[in-house]
């Protein structure tokens, strides 16, 4: 987790002002673009209580049912704090990303690490496998839309594919 120097006016979070590489403030999320120096993606990361903290670098919470789906406004903001690559389904029920690769090893090496990621989160997604790509699907099953541990791993997937 990387830290940032915030001076935050008292009055409003209007005017954040941040030291750091690569961040750009957009208004109304209090969200920040590019972590640091990181190429995997247009991560953005969100302020909480002064500490800037990466998506990618949160944990999934178990999710057994009983509680709502992410609302069409928080799915739509979080989905821009993935990889352009990542899209939204009509339903707001899922995100999916396309990855293509240059050898079918290479493809396979992704999608172990894919299942890794997943079983060390407890939260797995849908992959469909080619020869030089694999699409993932990302959906919360237990309450039939979106959850933050979508955008979690898919975070961490984003990262995972800059790092192969």
């Known amino acids: 987790m990387?830290?940032?120097?915030?001076?935050?006016?008292?009055?409003?979070?209007?005017?954040l002002r941040l030291t750091g590489p690569g961040f750009v403030l957009t208004g109304a999320g209090l969200f920040f673009a590019q972590h640091c120096n990181r190429?995997?993606?247009?991560?953005l990361c969100a302020v909480?209580?002064?500490?800037?903290?990466?998506l990618a670098?949160?944990?999934?919470k178990p999710c057994e049912g009983g509680v709502q789906p992410l609302a069409a406004a928080e799915a739509r903001a979080q989905l821009t704090e993935l990889h352009a690559g990542w899209t939204l389904?009509?339903?707001?029920?899922?995100?999916?990303?396309?990855?293509n690769f240059p050898a079918f090893s290479r493809t396979i090496a992704f999608v172990n690490a894919v299942a890794f990621v997943a079983t060390n989160e407890g939260h797995h997604p849908q992959m469909i496998v080619?020869?030089?790509?694999?699409r993932i699907n990302y959906t919360t099953t237990a309450i039939s839309g979106l959850s933050d541990n979508d955008f979690i791993c898919a975070a961490k997937i984003d990262r995972?594919?800059?790092?192969l």
């Not at 909480?48 to 990466?54: I, P, Q």
């Not at 670098?57 to 999934?60: G, I």
């Not at 080619?130 to 694999?134: A, L």
């Open 2 to 15: 990387n830290a940032l120097a915030l001076s935050v006016p008292p009055d409003s979070f209007s005017s």
């Open 39 to 43: 190429t995997y993606s247009v991560a």
């Open 48 to 54: 909480r209580g002064g500490v800037v903290t990466d």
């Open 57 to 60: 670098d949160k944990k999934c």
């Open 89 to 99: 389904n009509d339903a707001l029920t899922s995100i999916e990303r396309d990855f």
């Open 130 to 134: 080619n020869y030089g790509s694999c």
């Open 160 to 163: 995972l594919a800059a790092e």
